[in-house]
């Protein structure tokens, strides 16, 4: 071999080697762009997912929390009826427990004049044979108002009496607890509007 020819496989070679790092460095970026076209889309489709992920929870969570608001207010709303409904209850009771007081107590101003009124209605109700059976704490009052009827057994209650046939057949009771029970009962809206509006 030629010392010449020594010179041009070396330039060969070099040439060769250098095409082949050529090529290589060619590959090796076009590979490496592929993959960071590649990754941008797997990250482009990751943040597109995650973003609709998103978007269907925050719709869901703000479904949910104006649900759980609806059903709060409501909740509340019936807590509140119930307990004015509570409180009005509360109210009546309390008035109707002091209007039984003021009846029981013998002391009672307009005691004597309900009494008449009562033996009044008594004597157009029933021929003058039948009974008075008296509450005791107007025993006395009954006895200076009865006329010709007997005064008999007294019975249980706020006040007023019973008036009975002698042979217990028929009786009208003039209590003040029955008469206030029916008033009571007649005229509970009317009390209703009087406390509450």
Known sequence: MAVGDDGGIKMTLETLANDIAAS???DAKAIIDEAKAEA???IDEAKSKASAITGDASSRAEREASQISREVVASARQANQKAILIAKREAMDSTHAAVKEQLADPGFKGRASMLK???SKANKLASADF???PVEVDRKALGDLKGKRKLGESVDGLGG?????ADSSVSYDMRFDTLLENAW???LSEVNKILFE
Do not use: P, T
């Open 117 to 119: 009124s009562l033996v």
């Open 40 to 42: 941008k889309q797997i």
């Open 131 to 133: 009974i008075i059976r």
């Open 24 to 26: 290589a460095d060619a």
């Open 185 to 187: 009962g007649k005229s």
């Open 161 to 165: 009496f019973i008036l009975e046939a």
